[in-house]
């Protein structure tokens, strides 16, 4: 993979990523391949939740309590997980993160962790797909998993929730240079591929 340089301008690599796409875009498959190449952890809010809430840390009994009373994680226990995952030894060097800020208030709180560990994002990595086939991606996925959460109507309500808080956050890197877009539509080979051309065009 071409190696492009951070975005404060030094000749290091990019490895400080974001990578931004509605469900069922696939952004999981792809933050893995990409952090394979580039030899850093791949970050999803999933994993985080699930590691702290089966290893019953402070931050996961804190946020169990609220998932068991079926209400929303407040973003300060969401944030202080993040903060605590990208302190640990492994992404000192970089990461991608996946899932991770999805609001305009996520994203103040990412800038002020960065900052306290003064590595400056370098990149947001942005799938785009057509509404219409992510929708088909879904509920076939869903069929076949036996998912009964995966109904048509479920899936177009959680692309106008991804829709609406992404889109800020968006403008937001745009305003900053960051952004890559990149067509989610093609196999999955292709998008690596094309993901790999947008980290060289810097």
Request: overall charge negative; proline content about 4%.
């Amino acid at each position: 993979m071409t190696t492009p340089t951070a975005s404060n301008g030094s000749t290091a690599p990019a490895r400080r990523l974001l990578i931004v796409g509605p469900p069922g875009a696939g952004k999981g498959t792809q933050a893995v391949r990409v952090a394979e190449e580039l030899s850093i952890p791949a970050i999803s809010t999933g994993d985080i939740f699930r590691a702290n809430v089966s290893g019953q840390t402070e931050l996961g009994v804190l946020a169990k309590s609220y998932m068991d009373k079926g209400e929303y994680v407040p973003d300060s226990v969401t944030n202080d997980m993040v903060r605590s995952r990208l302190a640990e030894a492994d992404a000192q060097d970089g990461f991608l993160l996946d899932g991770y800020p999805r609001t305009l208030d996520q994203v103040e709180a990412l800038d002020g962790m960065l900052a306290e560990l003064g590595t400056p994002l370098d990149l947001v990595l942005l799938l785009v797909v057509e509404q219409e086939e992510v929708v088909q991606r879904l509920v076939a996925r869903g069929a076949e998993q036996g998912r009964s959460d995966d109904t048509e109507e479920t899936i177009r309500r959680r692309l106008e929730v991804y829709a609406e808080q992404t889109a800020p956050l968006i403008d937001v890197y745009e305003q900053r240079g960051l952004v890559r877009r990149v067509d989610g539509m093609a196999s999955i080979d292709e998008v690596t591929a094309a993901l790999r051309e947008a980290l060289g065009a810097r």
